[in-house]
């Protein structure tokens, strides 16, 4: 069950929990004059999310908590080599494409497919140097995967020097809400904008590096 914390404040978590009754094994929930029966012996349930804490203490305690280790270039290429269907690769380093997958599987599989679909519509049976460039250039993709509006509020804060979210905001046209959940937190999350106490928002090091 994929992005398991969407069932905060449904029915389904009382469900679950009747279900997931650690002190039984055999368990049974009516259901619209049903009964039905579930023996945890026999039934499993893998649940996901990247949210845990949207979801209920009594609920999380009923279930094996497994935390995932990120991914590392080397995964994460992999995910892109797999998203190529079987693509011939000829002198492209896919450990420095996956720098380009912003840190995320789905992003990486989602950069392997766009090239697949670009070579399969040139008709190309092998993936090189040039494709890659090419690519790049018609995605407009940056550098570790930066993408056009966090490049604009880097270019801003390079312009600038520091600026308030309400005035970032305002500058690029984006509500400070999308800017702060949408945009802001792959920039602080790879240490490349810093909030400072008075000044805002600003460029770190490793920021003006890449800029």
């Not at 679950?16 to 023996?39: K, M, P, Q, V």
């Not at 995910?79 to 492209?92: E, Q």
Request: charged share 25%.
């Amino acid at each position: 069950m994929d992005e398991f914390h969407s069932i905060k404040g449904s029915k389904l978590e009382d469900i679950f929990l009747s279900i997931w009754n650690s002190e039984n094994l055999i368990n049974s929930y009516n259901y619209g004059g049903i009964t039905y029966n579930f023996d945890i012996r026999r039934i499993s349930w893998i649940a996901l999310t990247s949210e845990p804490d949207k979801l209920k203490e009594t609920l999380l305690s009923r279930m094996e908590k497994i935390e995932l280790e990120q991914l590392n270039l080397f995964d994460l290429s992999k995910i892109i080599y797999k998203g190529l269907n079987g693509i011939k690769v000829n002198n492209v380093n896919l450990e420095e494409l996956a720098t380009y997958g912003r840190n995320n599987g789905r992003e990486c599989y989602r950069l392997g497919k766009n090239i697949y679909r670009y070579l399969e519509s040139n008709k190309e049976k092998e993936f090189n140097k040039n494709h890659w460039d090419n690519i790049k250039k018609h995605l407009n993709l940056r550098k570790n995967g930066i993408n056009n509006v966090e490049y604009s509020i880097m270019k801003y804060l390079k312009q600038h020097g520091n600026a308030s979210l309400s005035k970032l905001a305002a500058a690029l046209q984006f509500t400070t809400t999308s800017m702060r959940q949408g945009y802001e937190s792959y920039l602080l999350g790879n240490d490349y904008i810093q909030i400072l106490p008075q000044k805002g928002r600003c460029l770190t090091i490793r920021g003006h590096k890449y800029m």
